[in-house]
């Protein structure tokens, strides 16, 4: 159950990257502005690491869900869940988002595919809360396009890692034709030290057990990197059916990426990439 769980949230991230649509209504690209309350639910297959670091891949399965509710936009990036508290205005030059997050992450707290990082013990889940902001700047090039700057806090409030994740980005959206969205996005994260400690540290216990050498990391940068979405309507209205996909990559940086677990077991490179098909109602 928790697998599935994990899968579908995962998936969810490029099905769903919505907070590049302030507009209302379905995703740009898959029919005209929005003028009313509309929800896109969508299925698919990935391909990720099975776990943070980690050197080999896995396909899973997946969902899609996102909507908008009188003019406040809501959807599931990854295992998080954003509300924008800010109403859509179309007219506006200068766009704002503003709202809460909440979210979990499973990162080894299942099946290791490595016999030494599993060695190191089962993880608990992290239950994340925080919040979202943004401001971007509309018609830069055309018509359609938006180019702003976001930052999303999340603070793990369940005490696994007891600590915090700072996401800065800087996101570029526009239309490609009439049925074609882009977004193109320049990441990164900033972990707390108890989130280094706790998903790439190794005690002397550990370090014992799995045969990986001692690690006590810091906090700092934890990854920078970047990822492109389309979205391409079949209907060519602004409900109907639609496909999705999505590539991304990120490189651990710091002490993250000097960990034993990445260094002698897996890899800084992060690689993911899914499709699949959508319906918006």
């Not at 507009?23 to 690491?49: E, F, K, N, W």
């Not at 060519?236 to 996909?245: A, D």
Request: proline content about 5%; overall charge positive; glycine content about 16%.
């Amino acid at each position: 159950m928790q697998i599935a769980l994990r899968s579908l949230l995962i998936l969810c991230a490029p099905a769903i990257a919505a907070s590049v649509n302030a507009q209302g209504g379905p995703l740009p690209g898959v029919g005209g502005p929005g003028r009313g309350d509309t929800i896109t639910v969508g299925l698919g297959v990935a391909v990720t690491t099975s776990y943070d670091g980690a050197k080999d891949y896995r396909f899973i399965p997946g969902g899609a869900l996102r909507g908008t509710v009188s003019g406040h936009d809501f959807q599931l990036n990854g295992p998080q869940l954003f509300f924008d508290a800010i109403p859509n205005d179309p007219r506006r030059k200068v766009d704002m988002e503003l709202g809460p997050v909440a979210g979990v992450r499973f990162n080894r707290t299942g099946d290791v595919s490595d016999s030494r990082v599993a060695a190191l013990g089962e993880l608990d889940t992290a239950v994340e809360l925080g919040a979202r902001g943004s401001i971007g700047a509309r018609g830069l090039f055309n018509r359609t396009d938006k180019l702003a700057f976001a930052v999303t806090g999340l603070w793990d409030v369940a005490r696994a890692h007891g600590s915090h994740v700072i996401s800065p980005s800087v996101e570029y959206t526009t239309l490609a034709g009439r049925r074609t969205f882009l977004r193109m996005a320049v990441t990164s994260e900033f972990v707390g030290g108890g989130y280094s400690d706790y998903y790439f540290g190794i005690t002397p216990a550990a370090s014992v057990a799995s045969g990986l050498s001692a690690y006590d990391p810091a906090s700092g940068l934890g990854s920078i990197g970047g990822n492109i979405f389309a979205t391409h309507s079949l209907s060519g209205k602004r409900t109907g059916w639609g496909l999705f996909g999505i590539a991304s990559y990120k490189r651990l940086q710091g002490d993250i990426a000097t960990s034993p677990i990445v260094r002698e077991t897996g890899s800084p490179n992060q690689f993911f990439g899914a499709v699949g098909l959508g319906y918006t109602f």
